[in-house]
């Protein structure tokens, strides 16, 4: 089992930029793909990226490809969401999860461990 801690959220500008971590607890953490989600006010929980276990694969919603980078460093138990270029649009509470299978999969059901979230609020 894995826990999970996001921060580095915040409000910013349509421009600005934001680094966002998340901090897993465990020793496991090297096992899992891990995965960045967001959720905005009235809409469904979706895919902005995700990284496989050694940070050798990665995935991207086409709403953030080419603005948004994900890493991850395992000795640190920690991945991050680089946002660069922010939108309005890209306003919603950001979740960090945790998948035990392969092939890195970018579907919310798939996940199966899941932050508290981290608000990011984009004014124009």
């Known amino acids: 089992q894995v826990q999970l801690v996001e921060s580095g959220g915040g409000l910013v500008q349509a421009g600005d930029s934001l680094r966002l971590s998340c901090a897993a607890s465990?020793?496991?953490?090297?096992?899992?793909?891990m995965g960045w989600f967001r959720q905005a006010p009235g809409k469904e929980r979706e895919f902005v990226a995700a990284?496989?276990?050694?940070?050798?694969?990665?995935s991207y919603a086409d709403s953030v490809k080419g603005r948004f980078t994900i890493s991850r460093d395992n000795a640190k138990n920690t991945v991050y969401l680089q946002m660069n270029s922010l939108k309005p649009e890209d306003t919603a509470v950001y979740y960090c999860?945790?998948?035990?299978?392969?092939?890195?999969?970018?579907?919310?059901?798939?996940?199966?461990?899941w932050g508290q979230g981290t608000q990011v609020t984009v004014s124009s």
């Open positions: 999860a945790a998948d035990r299978q392969r092939p890195l999969r970018t579907a919310v059901a798939s996940y199966d461990y």
């Open positions: 465990g020793r496991t953490f090297s096992l899992y793909d």
């Open positions: 990284i496989s276990w050694n940070g050798g694969t990665t």
